[in-house]
């Protein structure tokens, strides 16, 4: 996606805009490196007062992140994504699983009700990548795979806004167990009762099986947190 020469008036705003569309369209990628504030004013036709205050704007928002000597980069796609991610740095592990918890087995309940074919063949799909990394002993692998298996069950409530809801979400908690130096798979947890029940459209299944799995997670955080005293 090209950049527009932008017009008179409320210049900062209409490169914030413009800014943000690169992000948000995926054409800046997650941890991609921007251009350069004399790069981008030369691309939007302003000067670089006016790229460095829109810059400055969604590093405050949160899309943007400025390291000293090194450049800027995307830290989140949405606005909502950069305040989750501030805020889960300052939460508790606990906290944050309790969250994915309220989402994911409503989610799960959702989804037995709504989904389709398609959304059974990704669910599906998702499954089988999420056990060969845990098989492969692959720690990072094994998150991204888990978390694009609730992203599948969420896809398929087709409910728009606990799309949007989680998938701003999971990308805040991603960066929070990375930042951590930890990961939530320290167990292995199966998940196939949770696609079972979903494809036999079974509401109550899916609800039991995604509550039984956070349960398990919850359990075993605070089980290590207890030796950990």
Not at 175 to 186: F, R, V
């Amino acid at each position: 996606m090209s950049l527009r020469t932008a017009q008179r008036a409320s210049l900062v705003d209409q490169v914030i805009d413009q800014l943000k569309e690169q992000i948000t369209s995926n054409s800046w990628q997650m941890h991609a490196k921007i251009p350069t504030e004399t790069v981008l004013a030369e691309q939007l036709g302003v000067g670089r007062n006016t790229v460095r205050e829109a810059v400055r704007a969604l590093t405050h928002a949160g899309l943007l992140e400025c390291r000293q000597g090194d450049g800027t980069y995307v830290r989140a796609t949405s606005e909502l994504s950069g305040a989750m991610l501030r805020r889960l740095r300052a939460a508790e592990q606990l906290e944050i699983l309790e969250v994915r918890r309220a989402l994911e087995v409503e989610a799960a309940r959702l989804a037995a009700t709504r989904r389709t074919e398609d959304d059974i063949v990704r669910i599906e799909a998702a499954l089988d990548e999420r056990e060969r990394a845990w098989e492969r002993g692959e720690p990072n692998a094994f998150v991204e795979a888990d978390l694009a298996f609730h992203v599948a069950v969420v896809h398929a409530t087709h409910n728009l806004v606990l799309i949007d809801l989680y998938e701003d979400f999971s990308a805040a908690l991603r960066a929070s167990i990375t930042a951590a130096g930890t990961s939530l798979n320290s167990t292995y947890i199966p998940h196939e009762a949770i696609a079972r029940a979903i494809a036999a459209g079974d509401a109550a299944a899916a609800e039991h099986a995604g509550h039984a799995c956070m349960e398990h997670i919850l359990i075993s955080l605070t089980d290590a947190q207890e030796l950990s005293i």
